[in-house]
């Protein structure tokens, strides 16, 4: 029997996993890049104890919990319903369901052979890498062996960017309202020294917007101007930019519409960080009108993508 695993970094189910998902994502090697287990996790348990509190604080403004569990259930469930003799289901890297709660569940039900899709449209070693790296390691340590195929990035997939387009199209009243508009993709961000070491997501991010513009002159949808900038900075190092903070304080034009580009599903960095945080510093900054698109999420386009692309098509 064949199976489809989306996998994404998950996120609290309440505030008591706050702690548990800072914990686990702070002592990925992915993440930290230490050589050392033991540096790590003091690394780790300081970033932990540091952001602990301010992080529950953050999902206390959007309901106690991550949505990501729900928009991913629901993901899962209309997926199903489409594909009666395949399985589908989906694993979380720092909260659960973890991956390996999930192989336990695909080793009773005889699976011989899986699709991973992670859903992270560009690829990133603290993303993309990660996600498949813990399912494979967890596969191993539980002696089950299928056959895996797994999917990189898809950012340049048609359908995928007509369901970004569509979320787009949603937030104006018209095309032609665009023209009051600037549009800023937003991005989540990177430690420079991840990029240097060879990691592909910025450049990613930078032919994805390419990519969206050219789409959205061809709807005749034509913004003031379009721009990138990246969210979630953390800590002293140095990050890739500029930071979208940076950007509503230099930006002329005070209607501004927000697309979370590296995201497929809302979770707290676009429902706390985009429309609370950063609304704020937009009514700072006098902005008369500041909008967020939402992701993709489980809505039809992107299902079809999913559905159309990737299990009636598998590589």
Same mark, same amino acid.
């Given at each position: 029997?064949?199976?489809?695993?989306?996998?994404?970094? %998950?996120?609290?189910?309440?505030?008591?996993?706050? /702690? &548990?998902?800072?914990?686990?994502?702070?002592?990925?090697?992915? &993440?930290?890049?230490?050589?050392?287990?033991?540096?790590?996790?003091?690394?780790?348990?300081?970033?932990?104890?540091?952001?602990?509190?301010?992080?529950?604080?953050?999902?206390? !403004?959007?309901?106690?919990?991550?949505?990501?569990? /729900?928009?991913?259930?629901?993901?899962?469930?209309?997926?199903?319903?489409?594909?009666? +003799?395949?399985?589908?289901?989906?694993?979380?890297?720092?909260?659960?369901?973890?991956?390996?709660?999930?192989?336990? /569940?695909?080793?009773?039900?005889?699976?011989?052979?899986?699709?991973?899709?992670?859903?992270?449209?560009?690829?990133?070693?603290?993303?993309?890498?990660?996600?498949?790296?813990?399912?494979?390691?967890?596969?191993?340590?539980?002696?089950?062996?299928?056959?895996?195929?797994?999917?990189?990035?898809?950012?340049?997939?048609?359908?995928?960017?007509?369901?970004?387009?569509?979320?787009?199209?949603?937030?104006?009243?018209?095309?032609? +309202?665009?023209?009051?508009?600037?549009?800023?993709?937003?991005?989540?961000?990177?430690?420079?020294?991840?990029?240097? *070491? %060879?990691?592909?997501?910025?450049?990613?991010?930078?032919?994805?917007?390419?990519?969206?513009?050219?789409?959205?002159?061809?709807?005749?949808? +034509?913004?003031?101007? *379009?721009?990138?900038?990246?969210?979630?900075?953390?800590?002293?190092?140095?990050?890739?930019?500029?930071?979208?903070?940076?950007?509503?304080?230099?930006?002329?034009? @005070?209607?501004?519409? &927000?697309?979370?580009?590296?995201?497929?599903?809302?979770?707290?960095?676009?429902? !706390?960080?985009?429309?609370? /945080?950063?609304?704020?510093?937009? @009514?700072?900054?006098?902005? !008369?009108?500041?909008?967020?698109?939402?992701?993709?999420?489980?809505?039809?386009?992107?299902?079809?993508?999913?559905?159309?692309?990737?299990?009636?098509? !598998?590589?």
């Amino acid at each position: 029997m064949k199976a489809v695993v989306l996998l994404n970094m %998950g996120g609290p189910n309440n505030l008591d996993e706050v /702690e &548990i998902f800072l914990k686990n994502m702070f002592n990925d090697k992915n &993440i930290i890049a230490t050589k050392s287990n033991l540096l790590r996790k003091i690394i780790a348990f300081m970033i932990t104890f540091s952001r602990k509190e301010k992080a529950k604080n953050n999902y206390r !403004q959007i309901g106690g919990k991550s949505p990501l569990v /729900e928009i991913s259930s629901k993901l899962v469930e209309k997926l199903q319903t489409r594909n009666k +003799n395949i399985f589908i289901t989906y694993a979380t890297r720092y909260t659960p369901p973890f991956s390996k709660t999930i192989i336990k /569940e695909l080793i009773k039900k005889n699976i011989n052979e899986i699709l991973l899709i992670p859903l992270y449209p560009h690829y990133s070693t603290t993303t993309t890498k990660s996600s498949i790296e813990d399912f494979i390691e967890n596969a191993e340590k539980l002696n089950f062996k299928p056959k895996i195929k797994y999917i990189k990035r898809f950012y340049k997939e048609k359908l995928y960017n007509d369901a970004i387009i569509k979320q787009i199209k949603n937030i104006l009243s018209d095309n032609n +309202n665009a023209q009051n508009y600037d549009l800023i993709f937003s991005a989540h961000s990177l430690p420079q020294k991840i990029i240097k *070491t %060879g990691d592909t997501y910025q450049k990613e991010i930078e032919e994805h917007v390419f990519i969206l513009n050219k789409l959205l002159k061809k709807e005749n949808i +034509n913004f003031n101007k *379009t721009h990138l900038a990246y969210q979630s900075k953390l800590g002293p190092v140095k990050w890739i930019g500029p930071s979208l903070e940076k950007m509503l304080e230099k930006i002329k034009n @005070k209607k501004v519409i &927000i697309y979370p580009i590296s995201f497929t599903l809302d979770n707290s960095e676009t429902l !706390q960080e985009l429309q609370i /945080e950063y609304k704020a510093i937009a @009514k700072k900054y006098h902005f !008369q009108d500041y909008k967020v698109c939402k992701c993709p999420n489980d809505n039809t386009p992107f299902i079809n993508f999913i559905q159309n692309r990737y299990i009636d098509n !598998q590589p």
